[in-house]
């Protein structure tokens, strides 16, 4: 039980090491967000071979490693909580969806379903974060934003800009991965 525990620890560090150092190679986007290449696929792996709660907390750590790779981004209006807010929505909790990938792990005896479905909806999870991120503390650099429905459309529409690519490319890369034979029997024996 312990040797299985101390290969899970391990497999799931390599994999946040790896997810954090495709987090380098992004094209930055004006709307203040940037394209990363599969830095999220990683994480949608972790959930798919150890569950959602192992996936959940795997992206909340992913999410932290973002902060200290590029630091906390200050909120437009300084306060603790706004700065609560930008370290919950912005990282660890938008972050920690993407770690609901692992609810689709069992929709289809093909990995490459389970993990494109996932991918989608673990970085579904993140827009959702992102936006209402986008809605509580960053619409303030944009008054051209009306209050309600607008605010919505126009901080969707910016992160769908970012995320809308970022959830292409994990959920292309999420089923190339459950194609290949010998990953795909490797994530099999690892599943619990």
């Not at 008054?143 to 970012?162: D, K, Q, V, Y």
């Amino acid at each position: 039980m312990q040797n299985k525990n101390i290969r899970k620890i391990s497999i799931s560090a390599v994999l946040l090491a790896l997810g954090f150092v495709l987090s380098f190679i992004k094209i930055p986007m004006f709307t203040g967000g940037s394209i990363t290449f599969f830095s999220m696929v990683p994480i949608v792996l972790l959930a798919y071979m150890y569950g959602t709660p192992w996936g959940l907390l795997c992206g909340g750590i992913h999410g932290l490693l973002q902060i200290i790779e590029g630091g906390l981004d200050a909120p437009p209006v300084p306060s603790a909580f706004n700065y609560f807010l930008v370290f919950m929505l912005d990282y660890l909790l938008a972050w920690a969806l993407v770690g609901l990938a692992g609810l689709f792990r069992k929709i289809s005896k093909n990995p490459a379903v389970c993990l494109g479905v996932g991918g989608i909806v673990g970085v579904f999870g993140r827009f959702i974060c992102s936006t209402l991120s986008g809605i509580l503390i960053w619409s303030v650099y944009y008054p051209e934003w009306a209050p309600g429905i607008g605010m919505l459309i126009g901080s969707a529409g910016a992160n769908l800009l970012t995320l809308g690519p970022e959830m292409v490319i994990t959920a292309v890369g999420a089923c190339i991965i459950g194609c290949i034979p010998y990953l795909k029997k490797i994530m099999e024996k690892e599943r619990v």
